[in-house]
């Protein structure tokens, strides 16, 4: 005999001598979203062959959302003797149905239903069955030929006694959890799909509670939570809670030294700074950083090139510290912010000089975790401690031509001057020099007096 879903309220005919129950009407106000019903549900009952048929989509439960209608031929007749009603074409007894208590939407009191064995299921796809009165979600629901009714929840089973109606609801998905906070206690949270990340804040990441290992991500559908570990690896929660616990955020790091140790250095939000005063951080293959980000999703890297690498726990990045020195550059268009640092203060461009404010070429200058130094032309310093900047501007070089003879002012009779030769670039070193030799041929020069 094929089992049907039946929201049926059953009463006792008081036309026949044989009391068998029959089926009334179902309002389709209770009916799911998109369903239909067509023609009429008719009944029979002479004490002899009574039947039942159910034409052309009489409702029988929500088994899905969707325009559709159902259409049942099944016959049932009554037994004078057992006085219930038994399949005429099977010829088995129909089953008697357990009895819940379910909410539907817009009422406040709860709707008397008839479930049987292996259509306990009637929610709609999308939705998932809980208990009304604390939102337990159910995994399933067995109802046995007695009328009595178990409900199978995470890890436990509850049997409910023939004409008992536990009350439940069809409600949209969410996934429950446990969140275990810092003083000991778990509160529930029921997690909506779409907003999961919203458990912790920014700066917590997300951990199993039982062996703090971190939570790479996690996703709420209508068959149940899904986690995933930093390993890729799923973890899935379709019916019981996870146990979970929002943590501050740290972000590893290691920390290579000037001597060439490397140093385990622990991040937190807001406090990713790990170098001396005058240093900034910089990859140890010699990548410039902007700044360091640490929150819940990991340590985030800015480059100077404008990427950004995220690091996790298990793959942390090797950074050092570096000397660092802020100039404010005068352009044209204005003055534009640099950091400069040890080996690297020639920052102008190729037949430039790095000049003072007021024009005049620095001597010299040099980054050290002091600050700044410019050596003037007078043989002067100035020194700007970090992280103060210095004004500078780029320009060309200035050539003063000072002559000096570190050879013989003239050369012998039969001896030939060479050509002038310059040595040095002016515009890129600053100075230059001009020198030329004195030759004289073999067995030449002035005759002996």
Same mark, same amino acid.
């Given at each position: 005999?094929?089992?049907?879903?039946?929201?049926?309220a059953?009463?006792?005919?008081?036309?026949?001598?044989?009391?068998?129950p029959?089926?009334i009407?179902?309002?389709?106000?209770?009916?799911?979203s998109?369903?239909i019903?067509?023609?009429e549900m008719?009944?029979?009952?002479?004490?002899t062959?009574?039947w039942?048929?159910c034409?052309?989509?009489?409702?029988v439960?929500?088994?899905?959302?969707?325009?559709?209608?159902?259409?049942?031929t099944?016959?049932?007749?009554?037994d004078?003797?057992?006085?219930k009603?038994?399949?005429a074409?099977?010829?088995s007894e129909?089953p008697?149905?357990?009895?819940?208590q379910?909410?539907?939407p817009? $009422?406040?009191?709860?709707?008397?239903? &008839?479930?049987?064995?292996?259509?306990?299921?009637y929610c709609?796809?999308t939705?998932?069955?809980v208990?009304? $009165?604390d939102?337990?979600?159910?995994?399933?629901?067995?109802c046995?030929?007695s009328?009595?009714?178990?409900?199978?929840?995470c890890?436990e089973?509850i049997?409910?006694?023939?004409?008992?109606?536990? &009350?439940?609801?069809?409600a949209?998905?969410f996934?429950?959890i446990?969140?275990n906070?810092?003083n000991g206690?778990?509160?529930?949270?029921?997690?909506?799909?779409?907003?999961?990340?919203?458990?912790c804040t920014?700066?917590e990441?997300l951990?199993?509670?039982?062996d703090?290992?971190d939570?790479?991500?996690?996703?709420?559908?209508?068959s149940?939570?899904?986690i995933?570990?930093?390993?890729?690896?799923?973890?899935?929660y379709?019916?019981?809670k996870?146990?979970?616990?929002?943590?501050?955020?740290?972000?590893?790091?290691?920390?290579?030294?000037a001597?060439?140790?490397? $140093?385990?250095v622990?991040?937190t939000p807001?406090?990713?700074?790990?170098?001396? &005063?005058g240093?900034?951080?910089?990859?140890?293959?010699g990548?410039?950083?902007?700044?360091?980000?640490?929150?819940?999703?990991?340590? &985030?890297?800015y480059?100077a090139?404008?990427?950004?690498?995220t690091y996790?726990?298990?793959?942390?990045?090797?950074l050092?510290?570096?000397?660092?020195c802020n100039?404010?550059?005068?352009?044209?268009k204005?003055?534009v912010g640099m950091t400069?640092?040890?080996?690297?203060e020639?920052?102008?461009?190729?037949?430039?000089?790095v000049q003072?404010?007021d024009?005049?070429?620095?001597?010299?200058i040099?980054?050290t975790t002091?600050?700044l130094t410019?050596?003037?032309?007078?043989?002067?310093s100035?020194?700007?401690?970090?992280?103060?900047?210095?004004?500078?501007?780029?320009?060309?070089?200035v050539?003063?031509?000072?002559?000096?003879?570190a050879g013989p002012?003239?050369?012998?009779?039969?001896?030939?001057?060479?050509?002038?030769a310059?040595?040095?670039?002016?515009?890129?070193?600053?100075s230059c020099?001009?020198?030329?030799?004195?030759?004289?041929?073999?067995?030449?020069g002035?005759?002996?007096m």
């Amino acid at each position: 005999m094929r089992e049907v879903l039946l929201f049926l309220a059953f009463v006792v005919s008081q036309a026949t001598t044989v009391q068998c129950p029959l089926p009334i009407e179902i309002s389709p106000s209770y009916f799911p979203s998109g369903w239909i019903r067509k023609g009429e549900m008719r009944q029979w009952n002479d004490a002899t062959g009574d039947w039942i048929e159910c034409q052309d989509g009489i409702f029988v439960g929500q088994l899905e959302a969707g325009p559709k209608t159902i259409a049942l031929t099944e016959k049932f007749q009554c037994d004078p003797q057992s006085k219930k009603l038994t399949c005429a074409i099977a010829g088995s007894e129909a089953p008697n149905g357990c009895k819940i208590q379910q909410y539907l939407p817009g $009422d406040s009191n709860p709707t008397t239903i &008839h479930i049987f064995g292996g259509l306990e299921a009637y929610c709609p796809s999308t939705q998932r069955l809980v208990f009304s $009165d604390d939102d337990v979600v159910i995994d399933r629901v067995e109802c046995f030929e007695s009328g009595g009714l178990k409900v199978y929840i995470c890890n436990e089973a509850i049997w409910f006694s023939p004409g008992y109606g536990p &009350h439940f609801k069809c409600a949209e998905p969410f996934c429950a959890i446990d969140n275990n906070l810092s003083n000991g206690t778990a509160v529930r949270v029921d997690l909506k799909p779409g907003a999961e990340k919203l458990l912790c804040t920014n700066t917590e990441r997300l951990q199993w509670h039982s062996d703090s290992s971190d939570v790479a991500s996690m996703e709420c559908s209508v068959s149940g939570l899904d986690i995933k570990d930093m390993a890729g690896k799923s973890w899935k929660y379709p019916i019981c809670k996870a146990s979970l616990q929002c943590v501050p955020a740290t972000c590893p790091i290691k920390n290579k030294l000037a001597n060439g140790t490397i $140093d385990d250095v622990i991040l937190t939000p807001q406090k990713e700074r790990f170098c001396p &005063h005058g240093q900034i951080a910089r990859f140890s293959y010699g990548a410039d950083l902007k700044f360091l980000e640490c929150n819940g999703a990991g340590l &985030h890297a800015y480059l100077a090139d404008h990427s950004v690498v995220t690091y996790q726990k298990a793959n942390p990045p090797t950074l050092g510290c570096i000397a660092a020195c802020n100039i404010m550059d005068k352009q044209p268009k204005g003055l534009v912010g640099m950091t400069l640092n040890p080996g690297k203060e020639q920052y102008c461009p190729e037949g430039e000089i790095v000049q003072l404010e007021d024009g005049t070429p620095a001597k010299d200058i040099s980054c050290t975790t002091v600050g700044l130094t410019i050596v003037k032309q007078d043989g002067s310093s100035v020194t700007t401690p970090y992280p103060s900047p210095t004004l500078l501007q780029c320009g060309p070089g200035v050539c003063e031509r000072n002559r000096e003879c570190a050879g013989p002012r003239t050369c012998p009779t039969g001896g030939v001057w060479s050509e002038w030769a310059i040595s040095g670039t002016c515009s890129t070193t600053g100075s230059c020099g001009k020198t030329r030799t004195c030759s004289i041929p073999s067995g030449c020069g002035d005759p002996t007096m």
